[in-house]
């Protein structure tokens, strides 16, 4: 704790100054172009923390020789075969990593989407040192049956506080695949209490004897819809909905669910509006066909507003609006996956906001930059209608609860969603720029006003993230063939043109 307090004295932020105005980019290489897009950066681009390294530093092969021995010695005790570094959290700072070698490398996957406001944030470390937090840490409540004094306020002046529009009550969770599980299990119990006439209308005999055995009508035979290459977790219930990758469902069993097509886009998307419209009309169709045809009727779809682990496959606002219109049409329930778009990275709060519906999503899931986990509902049939059916020991954490309350104040202090937006689309000019130049490289450029939730699809894929490390760059990929950005919500111009120059030497290498 000695060692995280020094470091992190480092680290003052600055108050957020006023955003400058856009202008048209040149033909200047593609970090001048993204420079070009706001006027006066030295105004508009003061470093939120002005002593995070200004740059990346690499001294050794990645990983090293320290990091190696240090690999060996975790391999002994815990799967080592997904690492992608091994890092040492106490020297990193800002949207910089560090590893035991030296090496200091800026940080654009955040550790896949979840880090929102900077490593050895110092407004985190004060709320992680306070008496509310180390209460909730070492007394931790089973918040169904003990909650503390006070959970309602933590929920209000935090989780609730930021709610989706016409959303104002919560489930809290412990991961995203929670979050999506548990989701499902409002939308089942839901459905069956319709079907039954009411709250009040009680189980059958029959309904209790054969749900002990696995069998209906205790145990209906009902179905959540997800799409093509959807992502939603690896749990046992959430592995049905996702589509992504086969290695994530190998082996396990899974329910008898139906899937439905995502449009598959054509870039750039000004030259292909009519044939993008086109797949959009024609994955409605089928979207509402499956609903009203399969034979486990559905209770409720589960869709993602940028598909991420999938391969970053992005739809218009009119695709999710249509969605919208046939679950109620069909009165099936409509759930938003925001686990890795939601708390700002797209230049809203909730991706979601972007369609600009005219009724919201019955349920928004979340986790990742929320740093805690559950879902957002409105209607308060969506309770269920007895106590312990939607029930765990732990039901959430107050302590990530309360984290999470500091990171929406530490967003709200520096403008971090407008930040989001302004960076990224600074950014997006300077990729549009090299993509011009290196159509072959960096194709299928997507993004555009989605903040710096931005990719593209690489036909080296794995060779590009490899070598982009070597310049100091952590990236990620997504799909096939996806480079997914997912920096954080502190990442700023200044970050943009080192990733900018280095995208464009490793592409040149």
Not at 12 to 28: E, F, N
Not at 114 to 123: A, E, F, K, Q, T
Not at 303 to 332: C, M, W, Y
Not at 362 to 374: E, L, Y
């Given at each position: 704790?000695?060692?995280?307090?020094?470091?992190?004295?480092?680290?003052?932020?600055?108050?957020?100054?006023?955003?400058?105005?856009?202008?048209?980019?040149?033909?200047?290489?593609?970090?001048?172009?993204?420079?070009?897009?706001?006027?006066?950066?030295?105004?508009?681009?003061?470093?939120?923390?002005?002593?995070?390294?200004?740059?990346?530093?690499?001294?050794?092969?990645?990983?090293?020789?320290?990091?190696?021995?240090?690999?060996?010695?975790?391999?002994?005790?815990?799967?080592?075969?997904?690492?992608?570094?091994?890092?040492?959290?106490?020297?990193?700072?800002?949207?910089?990593?560090?590893?035991?070698?030296?090496?200091?490398?800026?940080?654009?996957?955040?550790?896949?989407?979840?880090?929102?406001?900077?490593?050895?944030?110092?407004?985190?470390?004060?709320?992680?040192?306070?008496?509310?937090?180390?209460?909730?840490?070492?007394?931790?409540?089973?918040?169904?049956?003990?909650?503390?004094?006070?959970?309602?306020?933590?929920?209000?002046?935090?989780?609730?506080?930021?709610?989706?529009?016409?959303?104002?009550?919560?489930?809290?969770?412990?991961?995203?695949?929670?979050?999506?599980?548990?989701?499902?299990?409002?939308?089942?119990?839901?459905?069956?209490?319709?079907?039954?006439?009411?709250?009040?209308?009680?189980?059958?005999?029959?309904?209790?004897?054969?749900?002990?055995?696995?069998?209906?009508?205790?145990?209906?035979?009902?179905?959540?819809?997800?799409?093509?290459?959807?992502?939603?977790?690896?749990?046992?219930?959430?592995?049905?909905?996702?589509?992504?990758?086969?290695?994530?469902?190998?082996?396990?069993?899974?329910?008898?669910?139906?899937?439905?097509?995502?449009?598959?886009?054509?870039?750039?998307?000004?030259?292909?509006?009519?044939?993008?419209?086109?797949?959009?009309?024609?994955?409605?169709?089928?979207?509402?066909?499956?609903?009203?045809?399969?034979?486990?009727?559905?209770?409720?779809?589960?869709?993602?507003?940028?598909?991420?682990?999938?391969?970053?496959?992005?739809?218009?606002?009119?695709?999710?609006?249509?969605?919208?219109?046939?679950?109620?049409?069909?009165?099936?329930?409509?759930?938003?996956?925001?686990?890795?778009?939601?708390?700002?990275?797209?230049?809203?709060?909730?991706?979601?906001?972007?369609?600009?519906?005219?009724?919201?999503?019955?349920?928004?899931?979340?986790?990742?930059?929320?740093?805690?986990?559950?879902?957002?509902?409105?209607?308060?049939?969506?309770?269920?209608?007895?106590?312990?059916?939607?029930?765990?020991?732990?039901?959430?954490?107050?302590?990530?609860?309360?984290?999470?309350?500091?990171?929406?104040?530490?967003?709200?202090?520096?403008?971090?969603?407008?930040?989001?937006?302004?960076?990224?689309?600074?950014?997006?000019?300077?990729?549009?720029?090299?993509?011009?130049?290196?159509?072959?490289?960096?194709?299928?450029?997507?993004?555009?006003?989605?903040?710096?939730?931005?990719?593209?699809?690489?036909?080296?894929?794995?060779?590009?993230?490899?070598?982009?490390?070597?310049?100091?760059?952590?990236?990620?990929?997504?799909?096939?063939?996806?480079?997914?950005?997912?920096?954080?919500?502190?990442?700023?111009?200044?970050?943009?043109?080192i990733l900018l120059d280095a995208t464009e030497k490793v592409i040149k290498s």
């Amino acid at each position: 704790m000695a060692s995280l307090l020094r470091n992190t004295s480092r680290l003052r932020p600055l108050a957020r100054l006023p955003v400058a105005r856009s202008i048209t980019t040149t033909s200047r290489p593609a970090a001048d172009v993204a420079t070009a897009v706001m006027q006066d950066t030295s105004n508009g681009d003061a470093p939120f923390f002005p002593d995070e390294p200004k740059a990346p530093r690499v001294v050794t092969a990645i990983p090293g020789p320290k990091s190696k021995k240090a690999i060996q010695e975790l391999d002994r005790v815990f799967d080592t075969r997904s690492l992608n570094m091994l890092v040492n959290y106490q020297d990193s700072f800002g949207n910089y990593l560090a590893d035991l070698d030296g090496n200091v490398l800026l940080d654009v996957y955040a550790q896949i989407a979840s880090i929102p406001v900077g490593y050895s944030n110092p407004s985190l470390l004060e709320a992680a040192t306070s008496p509310a937090m180390a209460s909730a840490m070492i007394n931790r409540p089973a918040l169904g049956n003990f909650p503390q004094h006070d959970w309602a306020s933590i929920l209000q002046t935090g989780i609730l506080k930021v709610a989706p529009k016409g959303l104002n009550q919560v489930y809290t969770a412990m991961a995203g695949s929670d979050a999506n599980e548990i989701a499902y299990k409002a939308a089942f119990m839901y459905r069956r209490r319709q079907d039954r006439g009411g709250p009040e209308v009680e189980f059958t005999a029959e309904e209790i004897s054969s749900t002990m055995n696995n069998e209906t009508p205790g145990s209906p035979h009902l179905s959540i819809l997800s799409f093509r290459s959807g992502f939603h977790g690896r749990l046992f219930g959430t592995l049905s909905t996702t589509r992504s990758k086969p290695i994530h469902k190998m082996d396990i069993p899974a329910f008898d669910w139906p899937q439905a097509p995502f449009p598959h886009m054509k870039y750039p998307l000004s030259e292909f509006a009519m044939e993008n419209a086109a797949e959009e009309k024609r994955c409605l169709e089928e979207t509402e066909h499956i609903i009203q045809s399969y034979h486990n009727p559905v209770a409720a779809i589960i869709v993602e507003p940028i598909q991420s682990e999938g391969g970053d496959n992005h739809a218009s606002p009119a695709f999710f609006r249509g969605l919208r219109e046939i679950t109620k049409r069909n009165k099936v329930l409509m759930i938003v996956d925001e686990v890795q778009t939601g708390v700002g990275a797209t230049g809203k709060f909730w991706a979601h906001d972007h369609w600009d519906m005219s009724e919201p999503p019955d349920m928004v899931t979340f986790s990742k930059k929320a740093q805690t986990a559950g879902y957002y509902f409105g209607n308060p049939a969506l309770r269920p209608n007895k106590p312990y059916r939607q029930f765990n020991t732990w039901m959430g954490d107050p302590a990530r609860a309360i984290l999470f309350r500091a990171i929406i104040q530490e967003i709200e202090r520096l403008d971090l969603v407008n930040n989001a937006k302004n960076t990224g689309e600074y950014l997006y000019a300077g990729l549009e720029r090299l993509a011009e130049q290196f159509p072959s490289e960096i194709q299928n450029l997507r993004g555009k006003g989605q903040g710096t939730f931005i990719a593209w699809d690489s036909p080296r894929r794995d060779e590009f993230l490899k070598k982009a490390k070597g310049e100091g760059i952590v990236m990620g990929g997504s799909g096939e063939r996806a480079v997914r950005l997912r920096p954080m919500l502190i990442f700023q111009k200044h970050h943009a043109d080192i990733l900018l120059d280095a995208t464009e030497k490793v592409i040149k290498s």
